[in-house]
């Protein structure tokens, strides 16, 4: 009996014709084996004697694009609409989830897929065991880099994915994990391995590995992202919403459809009916109850789609391998040619009469003597003289490779491998932007998926996140406040031993229900930098700390000029403002205690001047009360000399009158 194959199988072979015409199914494959090294064609009995050097400028211009487009951190900050609600919370949990499930290494996979294979494409899914804090199993979002190949659309020529009918993504599983998430066991016994189909020649699986290819389609129902799996002849299970709060709710509705349905049954019957609570996963006809509370909805399919170099009326992009294969089979056959006559020469043909060795075996020896043994006067042994290729073969190759790294925007400007020792880092730095011009417009694509990016997270993060602890760094001024108020504690207590210093992070708790109907703003900060941004900002440091200008400029003014200096010359700036906001606090403390030294002071002179206003006032009333007493003195002296003046006018007068009378 022949097998029916299943609808999802169907749409993947109409997926798959697309990209053999296209021709994707050969190109990428050749890319990949060019980067990797592997240039030359098998190895035929008539060419097992050429030489295969490979000088791989594929990975080199490779490479260096990649360094540039990731050589600049990206953050994403979610900001809402609403003023009044604080996203900062939100940011740090998504900061924290991204770091967790390392989210620069696959960044950096997915960018090499875009400039080796034309396409990058995330995908985003919920894993019930991955590991939390505590190292519990409490499930978590990861990611997976899907190859251009194990992918389809239901247009391809429409290159936003999240306008896509349908997305369909192939993977290898092993037969018991699929055999698990059947829907019934008839399903499941009709999962077996089936054969590896790939298109890459160093691709290969492990014997008896039991594998069994897997087609996953996501679509949309409502509003809603569905997906259902299936392989070749089966379909795994029916579709399942993406939304864990649509499945409880569907699920809630199906189960109170059982009890009313076996209510009447038990009514009808006379007797009582057990209800079996069902998993079953086919939930795609079941409809929720009207006048019941909008959910938030699961609206963004799992997966970005993307490219670093766009192709028109396509989703896939352009290669950059694919404009410079040909110019590296050159390089390579140019080379292999000059290595072949360098060969050739060095071990050149023999010419040999018959008889002129005699049983003699020619091994090629620098030290082995031949004996003609032809008649004399005629040659017996002759080594046959080739032609040398000139030195302009070598300039050939040459002209080849920088004719490619200028097409290909990958010069020695962009690399630095002639940068002059002459040049300041500024200077160098000056020179890549303008030819980084370019590589911008990748990196600023690349942003943009990012952006999408960020809100296919959001949407896990408000779903699938229910008191999730996350670890943050706390701010330079919290943690300041946090060490005063345990040396404070500290000292309030009487505590003399060391106290430690405050931990840089901290741990909190995210609830997604919390953000459900907070809408937010995606944006993606990412400091721009060029290969000798780290000279530019070094120069910048030295100017300021070890030339002494720092304890020149006002903190004020040196966070000014922080702020205004290039971006590209100082990628993060943010350490030097916490190294200036320390020299402010620093500052500040040094103030703080100069104050309490003068205001000590100006209280021991106030003391001191308080000590003296007292004695001069005792001082004052002593000779207040001397005046008083000296007056009293005075006046009973003045008095006496009154009296005594008064008593000899008196003897005076009476002397007078005698001698008048006398007189008379």
């Not at 900061?95 to 390392?102: I, L, R, V």
């Not at 391998?321 to 140019?334: L, M």
């Not at 023999?350 to 004996?371: D, E, F, R, W």
């Amino acid at each position: 009996m022949e097998l029916e194959e299943t609808s999802n199988y169907q749409r993947w072979l109409s997926c798959q014709n697309y990209m053999k015409e296209k021709g994707f199914d050969v190109s990428i494959p050749e890319n990949v084996d060019f980067f990797e090294g592997r240039q030359w064609a098998r190895v035929t009995e008539k060419t097992k004697h050429i030489p295969r050097p490979v000088v791989n400028i594929c990975s080199k211009i490779v490479s260096n694009k990649l360094s540039n487009i990731l050589g600049s951190p990206v953050k994403l900050n979610f900001r809402s609409d609403n003023e009044d609600e604080s996203t900062e919370k939100f940011t740090k949990f998504a900061s924290y989830q991204m770091k967790e499930m390392n989210q620069e290494y696959y960044d950096y996979l997915a960018c090499l897929d875009g400039l080796v294979k034309n396409t990058y494409t995330y995908y985003y899914y919920w894993d019930e065991n991955a590991i939390g804090r505590q190292g519990v199993a409490k499930g978590g979002l990861r990611c997976e880099i899907i190859d251009p190949l194990n992918i389809g659309f239901a247009n391809p020529r429409q290159s936003d994915c999240q306008k896509q009918e349908w997305i369909i993504i192939r993977d290898r599983q092993s037969v018991a994990s699929v055999k698990k998430m059947c829907s019934s066991k008839k399903v499941a016994e009709s999962i077996v391995s089936d054969d590896f189909d790939t298109d890459y020649s160093e691709d290969i699986e492990q014997r008896d590995s039991k594998m069994v290819t897997v087609y996953t389609r996501f679509f949309r129902k409502d509003g809603e992202v569905y997906f259902e799996k299936s392989t070749r002849y089966a379909d795994i299970h029916k579709p399942i919403p993406m939304n864990p709060l649509l499945v409880r709710k569907l699920r809630e509705e199906k189960e109170q459809k059982r009890l009313l349905k076996n209510k009447d049954k038990s009514t009808n019957s006379g007797e009582d009916t057990e209800v079996v609570t069902s998993q079953d996963s086919n939930l795609e006809n079941e409809t929720i109850s009207e006048n019941k509370e909008e959910l938030y909805k699961f609206y963004f399919y799992p997966v970005e789609v993307g490219c670093l170099t766009p192709r028109d009326h396509c989703i896939y992009g352009i290669s950059e391998v694919e404009g410079i294969k040909d110019n590296q089979r050159a390089v390579n056959f140019q080379l292999s040619m000059i290595l072949l006559n360098a060969q050739s020469m060095g071990m050149g043909k023999i010419l040999l009469k018959a008889g002129a060795l005699k049983n003699q075996v020619v091994n090629n020896s620098p030290a082995q003597v031949l004996i003609d043994h032809t008649p004399i006067g005629s040659w017996g042994i002759k080594m046959l003289e080739g032609q040398q290729f000139s030195n302009g073969a070598f300039d050939v190759a040459n002209i080849i490779i920088e004719m490619t790294r200028s097409a290909t925007n990958s010069t020695d400007v962009i690399t630095g491998d002639m940068i002059s020792k002459d040049l300041s880092g500024t200077a160098i730095a000056q020179i890549q932007a303008q030819g980084q011009k370019p590589i911008e417009q990748m990196q600023k694509r690349f942003w943009r998926s990012k952006e999408r990016i960020g809100k296919i997270l959001e949407q896990f993060y408000k779903l699938f996140y229910e008191d999730a602890e996350y670890s943050y760094e706390i701010s330079e001024e919290t943690a300041q406040l946090r060490q005063k108020a345990m040396e404070e504690f500290s000292r309030d207590n009487n505590y003399n031993g060391v106290i430690p210093p405050v931990m840089k992070t901290t741990i909190g708790t995210f609830n997604g229900a919390d953000f459900q109907k907070t809408p937010f703003n995606i944006v993606v900060e990412a400091g721009k930098g060029t290969q000798y941004s780290e000279i530019m900002a070094m120069d910048f440091v030295n100017n300021l700390i070890m030339n002494g200008n720092i304890n020149n400029i006002n903190p004020d003014d040196l966070e000014l000029l922080i702020d205004m200096y290039p971006t590209s010359a100082i990628p993060d700036k943010s350490k030097l403002k916490t190294a200036i906001k320390n020299k402010k606090m620093s500052m500040i403390t040094q103030l703080q205690g100069q104050v309490q030294q003068l205001t000590q002071l100006l209280q021991e002179a106030k003391n001191e001047l308080d000590s003296r206003e007292g004695k001069i006032n005792a001082l004052s009333q002593y000779t207040k009360q001397l005046n008083s007493e000296y007056g009293k003195v005075i006046a009973n002296q003045n008095k006496k000399i009154s009296d005594m003046t008064k008593a000899l006018q008196s003897t005076d007068a009476s002397k007078s009158d005698e001698k008048n009378v006398n007189k008379a």
